[in-house]
């Protein structure tokens, strides 16, 4: 009985609707695949139109020409004696999915159509296909005519089934049902399917690889089974670049690695198996085999055919191998680079221009061509004839043969620095430096006469000579001014672009690359129409501190050592006029916050959803150590202000390649309006209630100066059956460095702050509607699910009667507004007294009808609203709103999402 199997999953770089190309790297897979001795070839999502037709899959004539390739798979040579499991759009009843068709020597097993839509961040499938909704369900399909005389078959089976061979089952998903909570696989798996397959259309970014490979390795660690993941490979047409990594797994284990970036157009990756390993696998896992016993059974497609052969017992099986992952620099450096490659291939165009200024951003450009340049080199000396035959058309030489990345660099790149009299001399010698060490054909052209050309125009227009800052103009002429440079800069890169070869007396054009980061469009410091207007950008998703990562590894890797004075230099665009020939312009300094930071707010604010409010209560704990509380406010405003002003700018940002979770890009991964109110009055509103909060508690958290001074915070929370909140469940550990040393002390030993700790007390806790307060205590208990209520943890810290009890009447001059900010100040005074009188704060006692505007009113107040002195529990009626008039500290308040529910037990004096 044969147990070995061999697997083939395939990568192949396809291309929108390019289905010449697309067949032909199908077959080539699926040629290489039998050579190696596969029974089993899986190919990526979508493969025979490309991934990344969008709405072009409304198209009937997409779906037309897919079954014309699929007929000419179903016919060609190479795909008899091994099942082939390829993707196409399918319309059944009038609904269009994306499938998977598995077919054997002509014959039609399975059209298995995808379950799970994928509609986050660049993915909008659900715009095109509809998930397949009937679990373990299958229908019939009837098969066009082109594809029925070929199969002799007039329907097939369509929808969730699971195909049988002689020795095996095998089950197949599609890429988001890996990632999906409710997998087919595990599901498949109990019902006996021992070969899993996923194909796949992920893409590239930056740290991100290791989510598939542990999705992989987990999809068969609990539960036994063989999984083979398939996906694509390169730009499609698309800003994003699909990133390979094709692999097989056993029971946990990686056992076969694809590549993640290379030129290759296919890669077919393969593994021989023993299917008895799965099998005794799941035997030692009782609990497996106890729920697989009562496992609902999918719809089984019959294949007369064995994955295994008859003698293959002896046939060597894989290993587990440890995965190799790539540093965030060495992604940089190769998947840019082959995403650049693939743009420049497919465009017809005969290479790239960039206008070097000398900064990071271009410098980093630079080095992704000459990054491109050596793998090129590499992949032809390994004997790549795809990639030697484009790289002959783009440099429009026949018998051309790259060895040298820098002589080919000289061929394919183009390099100019645009100065004006704001240029410096050190920033044309560190791009003339730079050009010289990667090889590329660089130009020095000044363009202040076009820069004063086209003011000339201007000011015989209006009779007015717009100045510079420096030299007494205002801040519209000295924007005015900067941006003719920039954008001139454009209209000249272009300009060269189009006839730099042409004045070489070679044929061909060159695309423009832009040289804008990620964390420069988020905040929209760029001018409209400059030089960050190109064809293409390689980093325009990826961050300013990434990238100067990268050079540091190209300084290392490449001896690119021009790039250390660009590394050590500060970045400016130098539009506004030097000082004593020396640079007087930073872009920190303009935009009026760091690169660090940019790449904080665009993570919280994309990748944690944060708006204004959100941002700043999470950066007034992340920056507590850097700057005050009012200055974090001030930079989150400052920060949204900016985007919203720039947001526009992204509706014209260059097509970029997608790297960095937080990207801005509004074409499709970015979904956001583009004119705002940039005043963000509410928000920022919001903001400011918090910031004064927190700094009322910052100013007033002295402690008292004895025991019985400060109102006594120190008791706390005592156990009490296990039921009441103790000190280290409602103060965080990182809080504790801001109590008092004998209130550390107890914390460090997991007990309560001890009474003379000197802070202000105060509990709330939530549930029924009954108190569990004891007012002549020195101590207050809590039960679980107690009212919300305020007190002192001394009988007289609120009122020289004494701590007040569940409705009993109190003075507003006692209880409200300023008895939350005596508290929040965290008394201070001396003697038995414990605190400062609310009269004696500065500011004024709110009168029962604003009280009321605050915090609304209970049914007993009522009547008489106006003259009647509220009740205690008028005055906190519920947790909501309690959480909503917010008096504490948010990192100390757990708000839920109901009435009176999740507010935790806190004390002031952890503030």
């Known amino acids: 009985m044969g147990r070995n199997v061999t697997l083939a999953t395939c990568v192949l770089n396809q291309w929108a609707m390019d289905f010449d190309g697309n067949l032909k790297r199908i077959i080539k897979s699926i040629e290489e695949a039998k050579a190696k001795g596969a029974s089993y070839r899986l190919g990526p999502e979508l493969e025979i139109p490309g991934y990344g037709c969008a709405d072009h899959f409304m198209e009937s004539d997409t779906m037309l020409h897919s079954f014309e390739v699929l007929a000419e798979l179903l016919s060609h040579p190479a795909c008899q004696d091994i099942i082939i499991d390829t993707g196409m759009p399918i319309m059944h009843k009038s609904v269009v999915y994306n499938c998977r068709v598995i077919f054997l020597n002509k014959k039609i097993l399975l059209i298995r159509p995808k379950k799970c839509m994928c509609d986050d961040y660049n993915y909008r499938e659900s ?34 089934g699971v195909i049988s061979t002689v020795d095996t089952c095998i089950g197949a998903e599609i890429c988001e049902e890996l990632w999906n909570a409710n997998s087919s696989h595990v599901h498949q798996g109990l019902d006996g399917v021992e070969i899993f397959t996923n194909s796949s259309g992920s893409y590239h970014e930056l740290r991100k690889s290791y989510v598939t490979v542990d999705l992989v390795k987990a999809a068969t660690y609990k539960s036994g089974g063989i999984y083979m993941f398939s996906n694509l490979r390169g730009c499609d047409g698309d800003r994003v670049y699909y990133n390979g990594n094709a692999c097989i797994a056993i029971n946990g284990f990686i056992v076969a690695q694809g590549d993640e970036f290379s030129l290759a157009e296919v890669e077919v990756v ?85 206008p070097l200024s000398g900064g990071v951003d271009s410098g980093s450009c630079a080095c992704i061509v000459a990054s491109m340049c050596k793998l090129v080199c590499e992949a032809v000396s390994r004997g790549d004839k795809q990639v030697l035959e484009d790289c002959r058309k783009i440099v429009g030489d026949a018998t051309y043969t790259p060895t040298d990345a820098k002589e080919l660099c000289s061929r394919i790149f183009t390099t100019c620095y645009m100065g004006t009299e704001n240029s410096s001399h050190v920033t044309k010698q560190r791009s003339k430096d730079l050009a010289s060490q990667i090889g590329s054909y660089h130009l020095n052209v000044v363009i202040d006469a076009a820069v004063m050309a086209v003011i000339g125009i201007f000011t015989t227009f209006t009779g007015l000579v717009p100045r510079f800052k420096v030299k007494g103009g205002t801040v519209r002429e000295n924007l005015a001014l900067q941006n003719v440079q920039a954008r001139l800069r454009m209209v000249l890169a272009y300009l060269f672009a189009q006839l730099t070869l042409w004045a070489r ?6 695309l423009v690359l832009g040289s804008g980061n990620v964390d420069e469009g988020l905040r929209g410091y760029m001018t409209k129409y400059d030089c960050s207007s190109a064809d293409i950008s390689p980093i325009g998703g990826i961050s300013k501190t990434d990238l100067k990562c990268f050079l540091k590894y190209c300084v290392n890797t490449y001896g690119f050592t021009a790039l250390t004075d660009i590394l050590d230099a500060p970045p400016t665009a130098e539009l506004e006029p030097l000082r004593d020939g020396e640079i007087a312009q930073t872009d920190e300094e303009d935009m009026g916050m760091t690169y660090d930071e940019l790449s904080v707010y665009g993570r919280l604010r994309k990748q944690d ?11 007034v704990h992340t920056w507590r150590d850097k700057y005050r509380v009012e200055e974090v406010a001030e930079k989150v405003k400052h920060f949204f202000r900016c985007y919203a002003i720039n947001r526009h700018k992204m509706t014209t940002l260059t097509p970029a390649y997608h790297a960095e979770t937080y990207s801005p890009d509004d074409n499709r991964y970015d979904h956001r309006q583009f004119l705002y109110n940039a005043k963000w009055t509410w928000q920022f509103r919001a903001i400011d209630v918090q910031c004064r909060v927190l700094m009322t508690h910052k100013q007033g958290g002295g402690g008292g100066a004895s025991r019985g001074g400060g109102g006594g915070g120190g008791s706390g929370a005592r156990r009490e059956r296990g039921r009441e909140k103790t000190w280290e469940n409602f103060i965080e550990a990182d809080k504790t460095k801001h109590l008092p040393a004998s209130a550390q002390a107890d914390a460090g030993r997991g007990g309560a702050p001890s009474p003379d700790a000197g802070e202000a007390g105060v509990a709330v806790a939530t549930g029924s509607r009954r108190s569990a307060m004891k007012p002549a205590s020195r101590r207050v208990t809590f039960a679980a699910d107690d009212d919300v209520r305020l007190v002192r943890s001394r009988p007289d810290g609120v009122s020289a009667g004494g701590a007040v009890a569940d409705g009993e009447a109190a003075d507003l001059a006692t209880l409200g507004k300023n008895a939350l900010l005596r508290l929040q100040k965290g008394g201070g005074g001396s003697g038995d007294g414990g605190g400062e009188d609310p009269r004696n704060l500065a500011e004024p006692l709110p009168s029962y009808a604003e009280h009321v505007s605050m915090y609304g009113a209970s049914s007993s107040d009522t009547a008489a609203a106006g003259t009647r002195k509220p009740t205690y529990s008028s005055v906190y009626a519920t947790s909501a709103r309690l959480a909503s008039a917010q008096p504490f500290p948010p990192h100390l308040v757990r708000s839920g999402t109901a009435q009176r529910d999740h507010l935790n037990v806190i004390n002031l004096g952890a503030c």
């Open 127 to 160: 715009r095109w296909f509809t998930a397949w909704q009937k679990d373990r369900t299958v229908e019939e399909y009837y098969l066009p005519r082109m594809i029925s005389v070929i199969t002799n078959q007039k329907t097939v089976s369509f929808g969730d």
């Open 609 to 619: 959803k944060c708006g204004p409010y959100s941002m700043f209560g999470k950066l």
């Open 505 to 510: 007396g070679r044929p061909g054009g060159l």
């Open 270 to 354: 393969t593994a021989t198996l023993d299917l008895e390993d799965v099998r005794s696998y799941r035997h030692a896992i009782r609990s497996w085999c106890a729920t697989a016993a009562n496992s609902a059974p999918y719809p089984r497609m019959q294949a007369n055919f064995a994955l295994s052969g008859e003698t293959d017992l002896f046939m060597p099986t894989y290993e587990p191998i440890q995965w190799v992952y790539h540093t965030p620099e060495e992604e940089i450096a190769m998947g840019p680079a082959c995403w650049l490659w693939d743009y420049l291939r497919r465009s017809g165009m005969a290479g790239f221009f960039l």
